[in-house]
């Protein structure tokens, strides 16, 4: 017997496993060929191990194999969670404690990629909004973060001062 056609040879981990497009030929004595897919049976490889597997096809006590590769499930989404500091004084260290980047994988997987992840699009010497980007495994989500001036100490304790006196008129 012998496989041909257009079927899939490589396959996410843990992804059910296919030949759709196979087509199984039967060769007899006398030289003959006929289409026997419907009829043989494919033996499923292991879908949960990396790299090639092979997949045996049997037909009337014969059998022919053909080899398939098993590649790592690809990052679909990431998703920030948790109580992460989003204000920081100006000329602080940006801080992401707290935070859980979790991602999402074709397989349905999650995995927490907090250490592996990158983080970028801050300027702690700045001020104001800014736009943190979050990027692992091609995938990306923002949030905001607000980088405070440094020189609002008196500001902040000006309108502390002014909220203590309006209070007392209250």
């Known amino acids: 017997i012998a496989v041909s056609g257009t079927y899939p040879t490589e396959f996410e981990k ?3 496993f296919d030949h759709t497009g196979a087509v199984v030929t039967a060769t007899y004595s006398d030289d003959s060929h006929a ?3 419907t009829l043989a049976e494919f033996v499923e490889p292991d879908m949960s191990t990396l ?3 092979t997949v045996t096809v049997n037909y009337g006590g014969k059998s022919t194999t053909y080899d398939i590769e098993i590649v790592a499930a690809s990052v679909t989404s990431i998703a920030l969670t948790g109580t992460y500091p989003t204000s920081f004084a100006q000329g602080d260290a940006f ?3 707290g935070m859980t980047v979790t991602a999402t994988y074709s397989d349905a997987s999650e ?7 990158i983080f970028s699009g801050y300027d702690m010497a700045g001020s104001g909004l800014q736009t943190v980007t979050v990027a692992f495994g091609g995938q990306e989500t923002t949030y905001t973060i607000l980088v ?7 500001i902040t304790a000006s309108v502390e001062a002014f909220v203590d006196a309006i209070s007392k008129f209250i």
């Open 51 to 53: 790299g090639v597997q």
């Open 111 to 117: 995995e927490d990629v907090t250490a592996s992840a």
């Open 148 to 154: 405070i001036p440094a020189n609002t100490d008196i």
């Open 14 to 16: 843990n992804a059910a």
């Open 95 to 97: 801080s992401h404690a």
């Open 35 to 37: 289409d026997v897919t």
